[in-house]
């Protein structure tokens, strides 16, 4: 459009300009116009950070009455924070701008609440223990709070309305179950949260370990090899279901064998079976099972042999009793006479269990079988063997 040089001098165009150049004139304002901030004692608060509008210089951000303990506004950008530390109720503070020139204000609400530390705890015990919660410390309560718990206390446990303790010894089971301790000072209130859970004791068998130290070969009585008699303790099993039965493994050494309800181990060991570990497995019929252990140490018994074959043979015949049956020297008894014979082994080693000779297989000593046959052909054949009363001597008796 052209402009009228008559509308300058009406007065109409400069009016025009006046009444745009106004709009600068409108009152300043702080964005947000209100806010509210809910903190906690001892935890950092930030307010939302103000925005002036219609301000030409920079601004200025004051708070006439005091803050609440522990905060500050920052003068430049009008934010309000810190760390309160004393609980109060939701108090209204005006943050007042200005630019020297242009002012305006905006509102903040604070509420401070208390806090508990620690705020959540949890504990779990085996039943037959006692329990005791962290004490909670409260921060920013007017005065020290009392505490009370929700839902109530049963079973044993209790709570120290001083300290918040919850502290006791359970007198069942317990699923986990989360209490809420409150803290209340009359004004002020603050919660934490307890989580307790009392679980059943394992299933258990005792003692946890046994040893059997023994020897393979004992003496023999009335021609009856002995090992060394093993019993073990029987076990005492707890917290399992139904009635307990054992086993063991691996499977144990010829002549032992475990009692499946008591779990104890008896027989005689009649095979070396040097520092073996076992396992003994207890299983509840309807539920549980536990282990022990078993440690196993049966020696060998043989003694050494330092003499020549038939002298060694000879303490062999003794060791073993042949004479019993078979005579002193072989010429029969019970038993037939077997001077002469030199191969002995396989009747020596499993016997004839239909006519009474018993089988040696477990209490052979490395060469039995061997010098037994020289003994017993040099009794026939010669040279006359060695004269030994007994196996255990060193040197032939007279
Ligand atoms: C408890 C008694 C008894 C004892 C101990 C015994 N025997 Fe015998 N033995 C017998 C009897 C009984 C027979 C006959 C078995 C048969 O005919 O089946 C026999 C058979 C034998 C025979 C076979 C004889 C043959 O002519 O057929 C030999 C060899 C023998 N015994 C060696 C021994 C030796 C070596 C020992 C010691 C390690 C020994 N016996 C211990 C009772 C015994």
Redesign the pocket.
């Known amino acids: 459009m052209k402009l009228n040089p008559t509308l300058f001098k009406s007065g109409l165009i400069p009016l025009l300009v006046l009444i745009n150049a106004g709009t600068c004139w409108a009152a300043a304002s702080l964005s947000p116009s209100s806010q509210s901030i809910t903190g906690v004692a001892g935890s950092t608060v930030t307010s939302k950070t103000i925005t002036g509008t219609g301000f030409t210089g920079a601004i200025t951000y004051t708070v006439a009455t005091a803050l609440p303990n522990g905060l500050s506004i920052n003068n430049s950008t009008g934010v309000i924070s810190g760390i309160p530390s004393i609980a109060q109720k939701s108090t209204s503070y005006t943050i007042a701008a200005s630019d020297g020139t242009a002012t305006a204000s905006t509102k903040v609400s604070i509420a401070v609440n208390p806090a508990l530390a620690p705020s959540s705890q949890s504990i779990n015990i085996v039943l037959g223990n006692s329990l005791t919660t962290t004490a909670l410390t409260g921060a920013g309560f007017v005065t020290a709070p009392s505490f009370s718990v929700s839902p109530g206390l049963v079973n044993g446990l209790s709570l120290n309305t001083a300290t918040g303790v919850i502290s006791g010894n359970p007198a069942s089971t317990l699923a986990t179950t989360t209490y809420t301790i409150t803290g209340s000072d009359g004004t002020f209130k603050a919660t934490a949260q307890t989580k307790i859970t009392v679980s059943p004791p394992p299933p258990a068998i005792s003692p946890a370990s046994q040893t059997i130290d023994g020897i393979s070969r004992g003496t023999t009585v009335n021609?009856v090899f002995t090992g060394t008699n093993v019993n073990t303790t029987p076990f005492s099993a707890s917290n399992f279901g139904g009635s307990v039965s054992y086993s063991i493994t691996p499977a144990l050494p010829d002549g032992l064998s475990i009692n499946p309800t008591t779990g104890v181990i008896s027989g005689i060991a009649k095979v070396p079976k040097l520092a073996a570990g076992y396992t003994i497995i207890a299983k509840g019929a309807t539920s549980g099972n536990a282990t022990a252990t078993l440690y196993l140490n049966i020696t060998d018994n043989c003694i050494p042999e330092t003499l020549d074959s038939a002298s060694e043979g000879r303490r062999a015949?003794l060791r073993?009793?042949?004479q019993?049956?078979?005579g002193d020297s072989g010429l029969g008894g019970?038993?037939?006479k077997?001077i002469g014979?030199n191969n002995?082994g396989e009747?020596?080693t499993i016997g004839?269990s239909?006519?009474?000779?018993?089988a040696?297989k477990d209490y052979i000593c490395g060469n039995d079988i061997k010098n037994?046959n020289t003994y017993l052909y040099n009794l026939e054949h010669g040279p006359t063997p060695p004269s030994f009363k007994h196996w255990w001597e060193a040197n032939p008796s007279q």
Not at 354 to 358: D, E, K, L, Q, T
């Open positions: 021609g015949y073993l009793n042949c019993s049956c078979h019970m038993g037939p077997i014979q002995v009747r020596v004839s239909s006519r009474g000779m018993p040696f037994m």
